[in-house]
T-cell receptor
Framework: AQTVTQSQPEMSVQEAETVTLSCTYD???????LFWYKQPPSRQMILVIR????KQQNATENRFSVNFQKAAKSFSLKISDSQLGDTAMYFC????????????WGAGTKLIIKP | DAGVIQSPRHEVTEMGQEVTLRCKPI?????LFWYRQTMMRGLELLIY????????DSGMPEDRFSAKMPNASFSTLKIQPSEPRDSAVYFC???????????FGQGTRLTVV
């Protein structure tokens, strides 16, 4: 069975700093997808970034980028120039290809951006 | 599109009462998920529908929980009878392709007293 581990329950950085959230996963699959979702205090889950395992190039979305290390089964999220609006819970998730869209979720990291 | 719409946003009910949570997925999405989120257990997948058919309900905690999707634009999650341990935020999400984004509703915060 697949598992997703987020080892940092909570992190706090100053506004404008760069922060990296870690995520590791355990799978014997070769074809899968990885996601980072954000849950701000408003409670709504929002996709931040996604990565297809067969792509070696790391995904990037504006200030958000990932460091995908397939052999190490690591999928960290880097937030550059952090903003107060980045304060949220961040969840890493795994989806095996052909799994009927089912997501396996990490426990989340609470990120606080301080002014 | 208005996104995934859930109702109600908040529900407070007494133990033993029936609770029905509602979800309208995004038009054109063929997959619908019900999740439960608690501090203790995080996000748990309760049930998943594809083309209105339940595919996997192994996450439904017990027979008190049931879910239906009578058509492509509506789903319900029912708890009968409700218990205090059912208190949680319940999310509905929809998707249209494997590996794509799951779009979440704003959730229903259920409190059973």
């Amino acid at each position: 069975a697949q598992t997703v581990t987020q080892s940092q329950p909570e992190m706090s950085v100053q506004e404008a700093e760069t922060v990296t959230l870690s995520c590791t996963y355990d799978t014997s699959e070769n074809n899968y997808y990885l996601f980072w979702y954000k849950q701000p205090p408003s409670r709504q889950m929002i996709l931040v970034i996604r990565q297809e395992a067969y792509k070696q190039q790391n995904a990037t979305e504006n200030r958000f980028s990932v460091n995908f290390q397939k052999a190490a089964k690591s999928f960290s999220l880097k937030i550059s120039d952090s903003q107060l609006g980045d304060t949220a819970m961040y969840f890493c998730a795994f989806m095996k290809r052909g799994s009927n869209y089912q997501l396996i979720w990490g426990a989340g990291t609470k990120l606080i951006i301080k002014p | 599109d208005a996104g995934v719409i859930q109702s109600p946003r908040h529900e407070v009910t007494e133990m033993g009462q029936e609770v029905t949570l509602r979800c309208k997925p995004i038009s054109g999405h063929n997959s619908l998920f019900w999740y439960r989120q608690t501090m203790m257990r995080g996000l748990e997948l309760l049930i998943y529908f594809n083309n209105n058919v339940p595919i996997d309900d192994s996450g439904m905690p017990e027979d008190r929980f049931s879910a239906k999707m009578p058509n492509a634009s509506f789903s319900t999650l029912k708890i009968q009878p409700s218990e205090p341990r059912d208190s949680a935020v319940y999310f509905c999400a929809s998707s249209y392709r494997e590996g794509g984004e799951a779009f979440f509703g704003q959730g229903t915060r259920l409190t059973v007293v």
